[in-house]
């Protein structure tokens, strides 16, 4: 039986919009997400700008705290984590930003980025940190001699390894990856792409990695969650998603997909207008105004999640 | 055949930087014919957004006294131009769209003022028509209810209606070269293909050709008939889209491709390049890839290597270029 290290509950987050004292509304960031990460696995999650991806992240490393529902870490919920507990949570789920220019301290050495999590994370000695810090650098394909530098003295890509390096100092089980090779240029994505590749294989490591690029998504995951609106309208393995997608908005993101190659036929981009604002979003299906396959129904009734294949679920009347 | 639109001779653009004049650009040709759309690709710090600046004379001050080269828009020379000759030209006739819709655009103008200025600059028509059509060139690219939103601030709109608007502004005047660099990077893949859809729209009604400047093959795909490889200041190989993709002759091509994951098949792992690309100050003698190709001979790291012509309108910067391009 695999290990889940990783699960949300209807997890939900709403924010309150203000204008002085006087409440606008309430933005439905993420609402009743239900997720599970297991072991040594890597589940891609999709979704446009506003969607609710970077606010999932903070709830899943308890940088916010939940409007309701719950995160849990391998069964047992945050809140009920004793203080021991937690700080072995925060051991095990590490993460990893896009921008390698503000993710590191410009007035930190490379050694101290490292450490960081090992010093406020675990009870090593100081020698035992050094030799850590060395360790994980040379697994990312750096020197250890270069913990005696300056992030500003590295490349973008280089910068992005010391970013790993300190997310996998403190022995991680979880990475979470949002959005970790889009700012990269193509030659060095390839190889942060192979080096995280090698490194769950050889430590078993789980990854949520969150990217807006369908076929890095393809290339990295094992199961792919689509989120639209603060909901996941999509989940399965990643073969049965890129091979059929069946929610409507799945379909258009894989149209909406840069070819391969000149000779691919180009779809016209079937999904018209833009995401409406979280703020007001539309009653019932929340794509359903978008949605070229809508029925007269789906503006009044919200679909549920519905398994149509093993493993593979989606919310829309359509099935 | 007629005369390319633009065409751009052995352009180099220096900067001097301790002592040093680094080759931003550095000697690269190419042409540009009416009603087609040219590639130039290129990862950060090849050169293409420099190159980009060049073809409209916008490259800072400091980098002129170490820029030589022809850049022919009808034969007339950009780099040499006088500056009024050159701003009656610029918006007008050429045009440019640029990554970053909220750095292009003003916070405090409504969009419609933005527009206008751009019929204003050029004296277009009279003050009064101005304003009707600020909401055609709205119109144009497809943003809704334009007679409403010629009013409105650029903080009002989405990120991918601000860009819109951009395009709307190069677009008033009916340009016939539009120079567009990284303008979809910063959006949504569903907001990105509508985007690259109404360029190709207009590109068909109007005719007018594009330089497309970007590091991305999905949108070289898409969008162009011909591209060009930067490479460290270099055009390392130009080609045909279809050659391109499916027999480049330059290695750095070939792995760069490789480099990309793909959408329609499932790879265990990606073939990727080593290295990094040399900085401005640390290029190598010989061929500046040399140090990151599979397959580099002696000779590559010391001479540089010559233009080959592969095959027509197709050549490579190369000593070795891939066998099964050239047969």
Request: aromatic share 6%.
């Amino acid at each position: 039986m695999t290990t889940t290290y990783l699960a949300t509950r209807s997890l939900t987050k709403h924010f309150e919009v203000k204008t002085g004292l006087q409440t606008r509304g309430i933005v439905r960031a993420v609402d009743g997400i239900d997720l599970a990460l297991h072991e040594g696995e890597t589940l891609g999650l999709v979704g446009e700008s506003g969607c609710g991806k970077t606010t999932l992240l903070r709830l899943l490393l308890n940088l916010l705290p939940p409007s309701e529902g719950t995160v849990s870490f391998k069964g047992c919920d945050l809140p009920a984590l004793s203080k021991q507990e937690l700080r072995e949570y925060r051991r095990a789920v590490q993460p990893v930003f896009q921008n390698p220019f503000s993710s590191l301290d410009p007035r930190m050495r490379v050694d101290r980025i490292v450490s960081e999590p090992l010093r406020v994370n675990t009870s090593l000695g100081s020698i035992e940190v050094a030799a850590r810090v060395a360790e994980v650098l040379r697994m990312v394909g750096l020197h250890a001699s270069d913990a005696e530098k300056y992030p500003h003295e590295f490349s973008g890509g280089q910068r992005q390894r010391i970013a790993i390096a300190r997310a996998l100092a403190s022995e991680p089980r979880v990475l979470i990856l949002d959005e970790a090779v889009s700012s990269q240029d193509i030659s060095i994505r390839a190889q942060i792409l192979n080096l995280l590749k090698d490194l769950q294989a050889r430590f078993g490591l789980s990854y949520l990695f969150v990217a807006h690029d369908l076929s890095t998504v393809r290339f990295m995951s094992d199961r792919i969650s689509v989120m639209y609106l603060g909901k996941i309208v999509e989940t399965g393995p990643t073969e049965s998603v890129c091979r059929q997608p069946r929610h409507p908005y799945t379909q258009a993101l894989f149209d909406a997909c840069l070819p391969d190659d000149p000779e691919f036929p180009t779809k016209s981009s079937a999904l018209q207008g833009e995401v409406p604002s979280p703020l007001d979003p539309p009653p019932g299906c929340r794509f359903h105004p978008r949605c070229p396959r809508a029925l007269a129904t789906c503006s009044q009734a919200e679909p549920l999640l519905k398994e149509i294949a093993p493993g593979h679920t989606v919310a829309c009347a359509l099935y | 055949m007629n005369a390319p639109m633009l065409q751009v001779r052995n352009l180099t653009v220096g900067l001097k930087r301790h002592g040093q004049v680094l080759r931003l650009v550095d000697g690269i040709s190419f042409d540009v014919q009416a009603g087609e759309t040219l590639g130039i690709v290129g990862e950060s710090g090849s050169g293409k957004s420099t190159t980009a600046l060049a073809l409209m004379r916008l490259t800072p001050r400091s980098t002129w006294p170490h820029t030589s080269g022809q850049v022919l828009f009808d034969g007339h020379d950009i780099l040499l131009m006088e500056e009024d000759r050159l701003r009656a030209m610029r918006g007008r006739d050429i045009s440019m769209v640029l990554q970053d819709p909220m750095a292009s655009l003003n916070p405090v103008f409504t969009v419609g003022k933005q527009i206008e200025e751009a019929f204003a600059v050029h004296n277009l028509c009279a003050k009064a028509e101005r304003r009707s059509l600020a909401i055609e060139a709205l119109r144009r690219v497809r943003i809704a209810t334009p007679e409403q939103r010629v009013d409105d601030y650029p903080h009002q709109m989405s990120g991918g209606m601000k860009q819109r608007v951009v395009g709307a502004i190069a677009l008033a005047c009916q340009p016939r070269l539009l120079i567009a660099d990284e303008p979809t990077t910063s959006l949504d893949v569903t907001i990105q293909a509508q985007y690259l859809d109404l360029l190709k729209d207009i590109q068909r009604e109007s005719g007018m050709s594009m330089v497309f400047i970007t590091h991305d093959f999905g949108v070289v795909a898409r969008m162009c008939d011909r591209v060009c490889v930067l490479y460290a200041g270099q055009i390392v190989e130009s080609a045909p889209v279809r050659t391109i993709f499916k027999n480049p002759a330059h290695w750095y091509t070939r792995a760069l491709l490789d480099s990309v994951p793909q959408l329609h098949t499932k790879a265990e792992r990606l073939i990727s390049i080593a290295g990094t690309p040399p900085q401005a100050d640390s290029r190598s003698r010989g061929c500046r890839f040399a140090s990151r190709c599979t397959n580099a001979q002696a000779r590559c790291l010391i001479e540089p290597p010559p233009l080959q012509e592969i095959a027509a309108n197709h050549s490579a910067l190369c000593w070795y270029p891939r066998e099964s391009a050239t047969s």
